[in-house]
Protein backbone atom coordinates (compact mmCIF):
# COMPACT_ATOMS: atom_id res chain seq x y z
CA UNK A 1 0.00 0.00 0.00
CA UNK A 2 1.03 3.42 -1.15
CA UNK A 3 4.98 1.21 -1.21
CA UNK A 4 7.52 1.42 -3.55
CA UNK A 5 6.42 0.21 -6.40
CA UNK A 6 2.57 0.23 -5.68
CA UNK A 7 1.72 2.94 -8.57
CA UNK A 8 1.00 5.59 -5.95
CA UNK A 9 2.33 8.51 -6.29
CA UNK A 10 3.77 10.66 -3.18
CA UNK A 11 2.47 13.57 -1.67
CA UNK A 12 4.66 16.44 -2.02
CA UNK A 13 5.47 18.26 0.68
CA UNK A 14 6.79 21.73 1.56
CA UNK A 15 10.08 20.72 3.44
CA UNK A 16 10.60 24.13 4.41
CA UNK A 17 7.62 24.54 5.96
CA UNK A 18 7.98 21.27 7.70
CA UNK A 19 11.32 22.13 8.82
CA UNK A 20 10.03 25.75 9.75
CA UNK A 21 7.02 24.33 12.02
CA UNK A 22 9.41 21.32 13.82
CA UNK A 23 11.83 23.78 14.82
CA UNK A 24 9.73 26.30 16.39
CA UNK A 25 8.36 23.19 18.42
CA UNK A 26 4.99 22.12 16.82
CA UNK A 27 3.72 18.35 16.90
CA UNK A 28 4.12 15.98 14.31
CA UNK A 29 -0.30 15.96 14.52
CA UNK A 30 0.03 19.93 14.24
CA UNK A 31 2.35 19.94 11.41
CA UNK A 32 0.67 17.37 9.26
CA UNK A 33 -2.44 18.70 9.78
CA UNK A 34 -1.15 22.34 8.69
CA UNK A 35 0.56 20.70 5.55
CA UNK A 36 -2.47 18.70 4.85
CA UNK A 37 -0.75 15.21 5.46
CA UNK A 38 -1.13 12.57 7.84
CA UNK A 39 0.99 11.92 10.63
CA UNK A 40 2.26 8.39 9.24
CA UNK A 41 3.34 10.42 5.93
CA UNK A 42 5.22 13.21 7.56
CA UNK A 43 6.40 11.27 9.69
CA UNK A 44 8.32 9.04 6.54
CA UNK A 45 9.69 12.00 5.31
CA UNK A 46 11.07 12.97 8.35
CA UNK A 47 12.41 9.57 8.68
CA UNK A 48 13.73 10.64 4.69
CA UNK A 49 15.39 13.25 5.60
CA UNK A 50 17.58 12.21 8.66
CA UNK A 51 18.59 8.83 6.17
CA UNK A 52 19.60 11.51 3.52
CA UNK A 53 21.42 13.66 5.98
CA UNK A 54 23.32 10.67 7.23
CA UNK A 55 24.19 9.71 4.29
CA UNK A 56 25.29 13.46 3.32
CA UNK A 57 27.62 13.59 6.58
CA UNK A 58 29.31 10.14 5.69
CA UNK A 59 30.12 10.98 2.01
CA UNK A 60 32.79 13.69 3.45
CA UNK A 61 34.28 11.33 5.25
CA UNK A 62 34.07 9.14 2.59
CA UNK A 63 35.38 11.92 0.17
CA UNK A 64 38.41 12.79 2.27
CA UNK A 65 39.15 9.27 1.75
CA UNK A 66 38.78 9.17 -2.29
CA UNK A 67 41.12 12.38 -2.11
CA UNK A 68 43.84 11.05 0.34
CA UNK A 69 43.59 7.87 -2.44
CA UNK A 70 44.14 9.84 -5.45
CA UNK A 71 47.16 11.45 -3.67
CA UNK A 72 48.64 8.36 -3.01
CA UNK A 73 48.62 7.45 -6.39
CA UNK A 74 49.43 11.11 -8.32
CA UNK A 75 52.89 10.54 -5.52
CA UNK A 76 53.36 7.19 -6.28
CA UNK A 77 53.03 7.82 -10.11
CA UNK A 78 56.45 10.23 -9.47
CA UNK A 79 59.40 8.40 -10.46
CA UNK A 80 62.82 9.43 -10.17
CA UNK A 81 63.05 8.92 -13.79
CA UNK A 82 60.11 11.37 -14.32
CA UNK A 83 61.60 13.66 -11.27
CA UNK A 84 65.09 13.42 -13.21
CA UNK A 85 63.26 14.81 -16.67
CA UNK A 86 61.10 17.43 -15.61
CA UNK A 87 62.05 21.01 -15.86
CA UNK A 88 63.30 23.09 -13.27
CA UNK A 89 60.01 25.31 -13.51
CA UNK A 90 57.74 21.94 -12.56
CA UNK A 91 60.32 20.64 -9.98
CA UNK A 92 60.08 24.04 -8.09
CA UNK A 93 56.31 24.56 -8.72
CA UNK A 94 56.41 20.89 -7.21
CA UNK A 95 58.34 21.38 -4.00
CA UNK A 96 56.34 24.51 -3.08
CA UNK A 97 53.54 23.24 -3.28
CA UNK A 98 54.04 19.33 -0.87
CA UNK A 99 56.49 21.83 1.34
CA UNK A 100 52.78 24.31 1.54
CA UNK A 101 50.70 21.11 2.74
CA UNK A 102 53.39 19.78 4.79
CA UNK A 103 53.65 22.98 6.71
CA UNK A 104 50.05 23.59 6.72
CA UNK A 105 49.62 19.86 8.51
CA UNK A 106 52.28 20.85 11.10
CA UNK A 107 50.51 24.01 11.91
CA UNK A 108 53.06 26.38 11.00
CA UNK A 109 53.35 29.43 8.41
CA UNK A 110 53.37 28.45 4.34
CA UNK A 111 55.56 30.94 4.07
CA UNK A 112 58.79 29.68 1.96
CA UNK A 113 62.18 31.69 2.12
CA UNK A 114 65.43 31.42 0.74
CA UNK A 115 66.41 29.49 -2.50
CA UNK A 116 62.81 28.40 -3.42
CA UNK A 117 61.87 31.59 -2.80
CA UNK A 118 64.29 33.06 -5.22
CA UNK A 119 63.34 30.46 -8.03
CA UNK A 120 59.88 31.24 -7.81
CA UNK A 121 60.36 34.99 -7.66
CA UNK A 122 61.97 34.73 -11.09
CA UNK A 123 59.56 32.11 -12.26
CA UNK A 124 57.28 34.93 -11.54
CA UNK A 125 59.27 37.56 -13.23
CA UNK A 126 60.03 35.18 -16.44
CA UNK A 127 56.34 34.83 -16.82
CA UNK A 128 55.51 38.16 -16.57
CA UNK A 129 58.29 39.01 -18.92
CA UNK A 130 56.39 36.49 -22.01
CA UNK A 131 53.06 37.73 -20.74
CA UNK A 132 53.95 41.42 -21.14
CA UNK A 133 52.96 42.59 -17.86
CA UNK A 134 56.57 43.42 -16.41
CA UNK A 135 57.98 46.52 -17.96
CA UNK A 136 61.94 46.32 -19.54
CA UNK A 137 62.84 49.38 -17.49
CA UNK A 138 62.50 47.42 -13.94
CA UNK A 139 64.31 44.66 -15.08
CA UNK A 140 67.02 47.68 -15.46
CA UNK A 141 66.90 49.04 -12.47
CA UNK A 142 68.15 46.58 -10.89
CA UNK A 143 71.46 46.97 -9.08
CA UNK A 144 74.29 44.39 -9.45
CA UNK A 145 77.58 43.66 -7.67
CA UNK A 146 80.64 42.18 -8.83
CA UNK A 147 81.86 42.15 -5.84
CA UNK A 148 83.01 38.78 -4.11
CA UNK A 149 80.81 36.54 -1.91
CA UNK A 150 83.33 36.61 1.01
CA UNK A 151 83.00 40.56 0.18
CA UNK A 152 79.92 40.75 0.39
CA UNK A 153 79.45 38.02 3.33
CA UNK A 154 77.42 35.60 1.12
CA UNK A 155 79.63 32.27 1.18
CA UNK A 156 77.08 29.83 1.47
CA UNK A 157 73.74 29.27 -0.08
CA UNK A 158 72.72 28.65 3.48
CA UNK A 159 72.55 32.63 3.73
CA UNK A 160 69.88 32.76 1.21
CA UNK A 161 67.36 30.52 3.34
CA UNK A 162 67.03 33.40 5.61
CA UNK A 163 66.22 35.84 2.83
CA UNK A 164 62.77 36.98 1.84
CA UNK A 165 62.78 37.91 -1.78
Keep these: MGGVNSGRQEKEVDI ?14 VVATELG ?6 RKRIADLQLKQGLL ?10 LTELQARVLEAITPQKINEAPLRDLVASYKILKDKELVIEGKPSEIKGLVAHLIYLEKQETALKDGTLV ?10 DSSR ?8 AVLDKQDF
Design 57 to 66: LQYRSIQSLQ
Design 16 to 29: EAMIDLLARGESVP
Design 150 to 157: EESGINSL
Design 136 to 145: SEEISDAQYD
Design 37 to 42: ISAPTL
